[in-house]
């Protein structure tokens, strides 16, 4: 069994709060900043206030709403490498609901918590595979489904990113596999059924391995 292949970007989108230097008029209009930013929207009190753009000067840009010279609420962030995300902040970090979308066409959809994966969420990747279930601090902890490249799919529990704990491995060609697991490898009591032989194995496994029934 292959070992899931699984890399987080992680994402940490922050923005420190920006005040006006005093004597800047209010205005909706663009207004450079000294450091080469640039904000379009409301202001109150010397803040970025309701609604906003600001555009960085590599050239990644934040659309939505500011609260305090923060990203809070809901906004899009395009970042320089193509990144989007799309949803809700709070105090210039996404946390809530959100979706994160690549330029190779990976995408999550899910929860997120100060910038991290955290909750319920879906990672699909680009070539067809696909992790749903639940993340805490960006890697995948507790129940989730994980579809393979070969089209096998594993049902079960996760913990540092990998099937470790009690899971079900079903096979493209209809193979079962259902016990144990270690970084994604059978390990532990399990029984593995051969669809079209009609063998059945059913014991210990090491690292992958029937070792003894």
Known sequence: MNKVLYSL???????VGCRMNEGVPLSTEGI??????????????????GQGELVWRDGSKYV???SN?????????IQRNGVVHKGNYYKGLANGSGELLY?????????????????KGKFEYADG??????????????????????????????????????????RANGDTYEGGF???????EGKYIYKNEGVVLEGAFVNGQ???E
């Open 9 to 15: 970007i992680g994402v940490v989108i922050l923005l």
């Open 32 to 49: 450079s900043l000294p450091d080469g930013s640039v904000y379009s929207g409301e202001i109150e009190n010397g803040l970025f206030e």
């Open 64 to 66: 939505g709403r500011f």
């Open 69 to 77: 010279g923060q990203m809070h609420g809901y906004g899009e962030h």
């Open 103 to 119: 330029p190779n066409n990976d995408k999550y959809v899910g929860e997120f918590k100060d910038g991290m994966f955290h909750g």
């Open 129 to 170: 595979t696909f992790f749903e279930g639940h993340y805490v601090d960006g890697v995948r902890v507790g129940k989730g489904v994980f579809r393979y490249l070969n089209g096998d799919l594993y049902q079960g529990m996760f913990s540092d990113d990998h099937p470790n704990g009690i899971g079900k491995l079903i």
């Open 182 to 188: 270690k970084h994604g490898e059978f390990d532990g």
């Open 210 to 212: 029937f070792i003894q």
